[in-house]
């Protein structure tokens, strides 16, 4: 019992931050949306929606820049490796800014194949266009601050994380408010803003990482490097992760293009069911979060037991926190629809689709718990794996179901991706412990 409570103590400081900080992201897009609609015209209100947009799908790439450290980061904890610790920081940050040092340099091509890709209206293209080329400068801060996050997650201090993500989305509505009105940028001045903070945040998460962790980072990397920090295994758990970023944006750019082909109204449908998964990844995410830093400590200790219970308190606060999730889906559909929207076609539209919503949850969670766990165990391959043969099911399910099924076609072939996510990655970790 006494141990139970420990694990459960150490899972809820990584995942409540977590769960603050992962609700604080999006607000960076929303604030400066929230700004452009207050200044006259919808094309602005476009236009910092695309820019946004535009640099969200390639940072999103990069993901495993904050991913793959927090796994190594988490065993260098465990094992009390101050050398490695310091390693993986040095050697990931020059990573991060090779790659965005390379972004921003081939910003004019990246610029047009991303407008070309959206297709927006010539005004709101234009404006887009000047927006991303002004925000990719911060390129560099955003990566090495991903970077910086996933390290401090390794490290257990998820808290500290939540604080530079949240420093950051505040600091940016500020600016951009001073930007527009107190100088007159107009829309210029929600870019600059967006700039000024992330490179601000950057600056703030270089100055925590000295006062809380010098005593790491002083550490010489020739005095102990780790063969798990080894460049083999380096390169894998980050390849492993960066291809599986390509297998999930496929399934979620197919998801949408699908919706927005068969009508406005299903596209509508779609919109306003995803972000009620996304909700709901909020608090998969924070737990799964958990799954890296705690089991990758353990691992790193090379203490099994307690990575096995530590895997059985995630799954058990993940069903904990998805029943309620679920519940309120299958019971109170025509409410949270209307919370959501106020076009009563489309809340109609959606209540045939209310059980896929309820549904999704169930069949996702352990995808979530999975990811964080195999992060943590450094077991990349395995995530790649399971998504790999999740996307093949969603694609021939999708092209073999009758097209009559309409949306509940692309729907059931959801459901099936997320799924053999959850089975693949669960026979994957059975026969680990074999």
């Not at 490290?155 to 950051?168: L, N, P």
């Not at 920090?229 to 699908?258: P, Q």
């Amino acid at each position: 019992m006494r141990l139970t409570a420990r694990y459960d103590r150490e899972i809820a400081a990584i995942t409540l931050p977590a769960i603050a900080a992962n609700v604080a992201e999006p607000l960076l897009g929303l604030a400066d949306t929230a700004i452009a609609g207050h200044l006259g015209s919808e094309v602005f209100i476009g236009a910092a929606t695309v820019g946004a947009m535009l640099l969200s799908v390639i940072y999103w790439h990069f993901g495993f820049l904050r991913m793959g450290t927090s796994g190594i980061t988490a065993q260098a904890f465990g094992a009390g490796d101050h050398a490695t610790l310091a390693a993986i920081l040095k050697r990931t940050v020059r990573l991060a800014l090779a790659l965005a040092l390379l972004v921003v340099a081939l910003q004019s091509p990246l610029r047009r194949l991303a407008l070309w890709v959206v297709g927006p209206g010539e005004a709101v293209g234009r404006l887009a266009g000047t927006y991303f080329d002004i925000v990719v400068w911060g390129a560099p801060a955003v990566l090495m601050t991903m970077v910086v996050k996933g390290w401090l997650l390794g490290m257990q201090d998820a808290r500290a994380a939540m604080t530079i993500s949240i420093g950051v989305n505040v600091l940016n509505v500020l600016v951009s408010l001073v930007a527009v009105y107190a100088f007159n940028m107009g829309f210029t001045g929600i870019a600059v803003g967006t700039l000024a903070a992330v490179w601000t945040g950057l600056a703030y998460s270089c100055a925590l990482l000295w006062r809380k962790y010098r005593h790491v980072l002083r550490a010489s990397e020739r005095g102990g490097a780790a063969p798990r920090l080894s460049m083999g295994v380096y390169i894998k758990t980050n390849g492993d992760i960066f291809v599986r970023s390509f297998f999930m944006m496929a399934v979620t750019l197919f998801f949408t293009s699908a919706g927005a082909r068969a009508s406005d109204t299903i596209l509508a449908v779609n919109s306003l069911m995803t972000q009620l998964f996304l909700l709901y990844s909020y608090l998969m995410d924070g737990i799964a979060f958990a799954g890296e830093a705690v089991v990758g400590k353990y691992q790193g200790r090379r203490d099994t037991r307690a990575v096995s219970d530590t895997i059985k308190r995630l799954f058990f606060w993940a069903t904990l926190g998805t029943i309620p999730v679920v519940a309120a889906y299958a019971l109170l559909p025509h409410p949270i629809y209307s919370l959501l929207t106020d076009v009563d076609t489309v809340v109609e539209a959606a209540m045939d689709y209310r059980w896929w919503c309820a549904v999704v949850p169930v069949v996702g969670m352990a995808a979530f718990v999975w990811d964080g766990v195999f992060v943590g165990l450094t077991r990349t391959r395995g995530m790649l794996l399971a998504v790999v043969l999740a996307a093949a099911t969603f694609f021939a399910l999708f092209f073999t179901l009758p097209a009559s099924w309409g949306n509940h076609r692309l729907w059931t072939a959801f459901i099936a991706f997320l799924s053999m996510r959850s089975l693949v990655q669960t026979v994957l970790y059975v026969g680990l412990r074999r």
